[in-house]
């Protein structure tokens, strides 16, 4: 006889979870009680919105599915950006929820929340538990569904009374068999031999890759493929990593923020072979001419986002890695495409990032320094907005996995708490969150979390006093009319401090590399704050509406 309670930690246990990021609370008591004597590790957040980052962080580090704990009522809907989050960028997750009894449930009892009504459009999938009989095969279908296909968050809602309920456990299956859920894996065979014949008619062909390829375990196969054939790679914010930054063949990101280089090589290209990506707007800025003289090939686990923003033409549905092993086995090979190759590393040359050298504290020379120390051999978290894309641009990425962010939700206050949850997938690995002083003071409570663990997270703070990106846009679209985007200036060492934290303030370029050796060499967390020119912006950038060749703030052409 095992309470529904037991059944849950046992089932947390059997799909190999180790480590569960929550906060408790009235309803989930008995879930705490069991969790108690348990050998899962339970990390003791200070906000459950940290839970869900953490989840997340921990997801996207090691590919496997992260778990999250929170009560009901307030404590469900503070998961609700977290699981967002997840949602928009395809992570594995499941969050488990306290809900009140069964018998008070649709009737305004305390902490009540209908979380499931609340989440359903930024889940997966959800569950509310209604008998404990179910929540063994409920929690296996969860982590299959959160797992496999087009990866993403799953909740279940468990009622008090179900995790009280003593019952003997009925038996689960060993697989799971979901009527209507079937993903497709392999790529239909003659959409593959099309793909490959357009991509060798191509003079000018370029791939364009995304978080697919990272969540598909597919860099290796990437690389191969347009080794072999000689094409140029331009990656999304969310596929950074799925090849070497000094590959030649690497154009570093496109879009908004991306490189000169990529945005005129997707506009000149004949041929784009897009993996794994969605073709969301940051990245084709005004649509119609994204690629406009190019045949469009896309490979994708989700059906639904082929064709849904650009029209394709070969449109292959399967798990990016099974498809470019097929398509590896099938390659005959073609001559490079030197005089195309040739033109793009003329770009490169001409149209590099700039990186200022005028003796000020500049973002861009910090990440740079930071790169060079680290030599990919980390994980770099962001916040989102100026540091994101700074960071995104200049930081050296080598391996996939290594660089965790917000892309498609841009949540601030993510970077830190998913920091936490990349330390406890990479032990092995130091973990470095850039940061924004405007969003990391939107989960700054963390730092009770890890002074309280020890999490050796190493916090750059980028600090400006405003709140950067929404500055930079007033500046150059709104005849610099700050409106409420400057921020007072705070002290966040002795915030650190205050926690029990080591910290540094670093006010000139000299002390950069210093303060970056001595957080690497403490060893527990450490915060910088550099105090960076204050109006610095991130350029290039491609103004709303634009074409992605018509960006501001670069070279002459």
């Not at 404590?75 to 969050?95: F, H, K, Q, R």
């Not at 468990?158 to 456990?169: A, L």
């Not at 030197?338 to 020379?365: F, I, M, N, T």
């Amino acid at each position: 006889m095992k309470t529904g309670a037991k059944i849950l930690v046992e089932s947390l246990q059997r799909e190999g979870v180790k480590t569960i990021f929550g906060y408790p609370g009235g309803v989930v008591l008995p879930i705490y009680d069991e969790l108690y004597d348990s050998s899962l590790q339970h990390i003791l957040v200070r906000h459950e919105q940290a839970a869900a980052h953490a989840a997340d962080g921990y997801a996207r580090a090691s590919g496997h599915v992260g778990v999250c704990l929170a009560t009901s009522g307030p404590g469900a809907c503070n998961l609700v950006t977290g699981i967002a989050t997840a949602y928009m960028d395809s992570v594995p997750i499941v969050a488990l929820t306290g809900q009140v009894p069964t018998n008070l449930l649709g009737n305004d009892a305390f902490q009540e929340s209908d979380i499931t009504g609340i989440t359903m459009p930024v889940t997966k999938h959800n569950y509310l538990v209604k008998d404990t009989a179910d929540l063994g095969r409920i929690v296996k279908e969860a982590f299959y569904i959160a797992g496999t296909g087009r990866p993403g968050p799953v909740l279940i809602d468990i009622p008090k009374d179900v995790s009280t309920k003593v019952i003997n456990e009925p038996p689960v299956p060993e697989k799971v068999i979901l009527r209507g859920y079937n993903p497709t894996y392999h790529g239909h065979k003659r959409q593959i031999e099309k793909a490959l014949q357009t991509i060798a008619d191509a003079e000018r062909p370029v791939i364009y890759a995304g978080g697919g390829v990272i969540i598909s375990n597919a860099s290796a196969e990437l690389v191969d493929f347009a080794t072999q054939l000689g094409i140029p790679i331009t990656t999304t914010l969310m596929g950074i990593g799925c090849i070497p930054c000094d590959h030649p063949l690497n154009m570093g990101m496109l879009g908004m923020h991306g490189t000169e280089y990529a945005n005129f090589a997707i506009t000149e290209c004949d041929c784009l072979f897009s993996i794994g990506v969605r073709f969301d707007d940051r990245v084709t800025g005004k649509t119609d001419t994204f690629a406009a003289h190019a045949k469009i090939i896309h490979i994708d686990i989700d059906p639904a986002e082929i064709g849904k923003n650009k029209h394709v033409d070969v449109p292959i549905v399967g798990d990016v890695k099974s498809v470019l092993r097929d398509m590896l086995s099938m390659l005959k090979k073609n001559g490079l495409k030197e005089a195309w190759l040739k033109k793009v590393r003329h770009w490169k040359q001409h149209h590099p990032l700039k990186c200022p050298s005028d003796g000020g504290l500049h973002p861009q020379y910090i990440i740079r320094q930071m790169s060079e120390l680290l030599n990919g051999d980390a994980i770099i978290v962001s916040e989102v907005g100026q540091n994101q894309m700074w960071t995104a641009q200049h930081f050296c990425f080598r391996h996939p996995r290594t660089w965790i962010t917000s892309g498609g939700l841009g949540t601030m206050g993510y970077g830190f708490p998913a920091a936490m949850g990349a330390h406890f997938a990479r032990p092995d690995l130091p973990v470095f969150d850039v940061a924004g002083d405007g969003s990391i003071q939107m989960n700054i409570q963390e730092m009770g979390t890890v002074a309280h663990y020890k999490i050796p997270v190493k916090i750059a703070i980028l600090n400006n006093m405003f709140l950067g990106m929404v500055r930079q846009w007033q500046e150059l679209f709104y005849d610099r009319r700050y409106s409420f985007t400057e921020l007072p200036p705070v002290e966040f060492v002795k915030i650190a401090n205050a926690y029990g934290i080591e910290g540094v303030k670093v006010e000139c370029s000299e002390d950069v590399l210093p303060a970056l050796r001595t957080a690497l060499d403490c060893d527990g967390p450490f915060v910088m704050d550099f105090r960076i020119e204050r109006e610095e912006n991130v350029f290039p950038m491609v103004p709303a509406g634009a074409a992605i060749n018509e960006m501001i703030g670069g070279h002459p052409r």
